[in-house]
T-cell receptor
Framework: SAVISQKPSRDICQRGTSLTIQCQVD?????MFWYRQQPGQSLTLIAT?????????ESGFVIDKFPISRPNLTFSTLTVSNMSPEDSSIYLC????????????FGPGTRLLVL | AQKVTQAQTEISVVEKEDVTLDCVYE???????LFWYKQPPSGELVFLIR??????QNEISGRYSWNFQKSTSSFNFTITASQVVDSAVYFC??????????????FGQGTRLTINP
């Protein structure tokens, strides 16, 4: 499986500010995914990022709030914009498992607390 | 739309007991994949197993076993002789086709498993 890293691992931010989360993979992957896990909750897909095209957002998530970049096959960023305390969550990136359709491997996550 | 239900929110057992985590799913797809992931206190999601909808054979990996029954749309996970290190939140997930042949995962609410020494 791919080795995935995320930066930062955690952060405490003030409301109204923005935070960009980086996701780096040690091999080229087609699809990268961004999930949100609110406290004590399950994972919800924010968007799917395919290299060279606009990210595809799930219902309830918009590009203005969660802009995503995918400049190459090993890297992606997710920005949480104009943060409020409701954005306090773990944000996880994941990648397709090569040769194992549907399988996703996850990064360690970014724990975000918004005050 | 796809849906995954994990009715057990929390389970607590004593070490060495066997424990089964239930997972029931809904899908209109004829081909799909089911998964179990483990999330220890560190927060990272660890892949445990993938099951193809055409393969109903049960699978065993060490102390872990999985029972897939298409007739009841269930994919249950059993830990035999549980250990304290098994304490984690376990998520069942179902694939859903999205763009360009990619699959996204729809997760259940998770079951928090606590193994007491």
């Amino acid at each position: 499986s791919a080795v995935i890293s995320q930066k930062p691992s955690r952060d405490i931010c003030q409301r109204g500010t923005s935070l960009t989360i980086q996701c780096q993979v040690d091999s080229q992957v087609t699809m990268m995914f961004w999930y949100r896990q609110q406290p004590g909750q399950s994972l919800t897909l924010i968007a799917t990022a395919n290299q060279g095209s606009e990210a595809t957002y799930e219902s309830g998530f918009v590009i203005d709030k969660f802009p995503i970049s995918r400049p190459n096959l090993t890297f992606s960023t997710l920005t949480v914009s104009n943060m409020s305390p409701e954005d306090s969550s773990i944000y996880l990136c994941s990648v397709d498992g090569t040769g194992r359709i549907g399988t996703q491997y996850f990064g360690p996550g970014t724990r975000l607390l918004v005050l | 739309a796809q849906k995954v239900t994990q009715a057990q929110t929390e389970i607590s057992v004593v070490e060495k007991e066997d424990v089964t985590l239930d997972c029931v799913y809904e899908t209109r797809d004829t081909t799909y994949y089911l998964f179990w992931y483990k999330q220890p206190p560190s927060g990272e999601l660890v892949f445990l197993i993938r099951r193809n909808s055409f393969d109903e054979q049960n699978e065993i990996s060490g102390r872990y076993s999985w029972n897939f029954q298409k007739s009841t749309s269930s994919f249950n996970f059993t830990i035999t002789a549980s250990q304290v290190v098994d304490s984690a939140v376990y998520f069942c997930a179902l694939s859903e086709k999205i763009i360009q042949g990619a699959q996204k995962l729809v997760f259940g609410q998770g079951t928090r498993l606590t193994i007491n020494p």
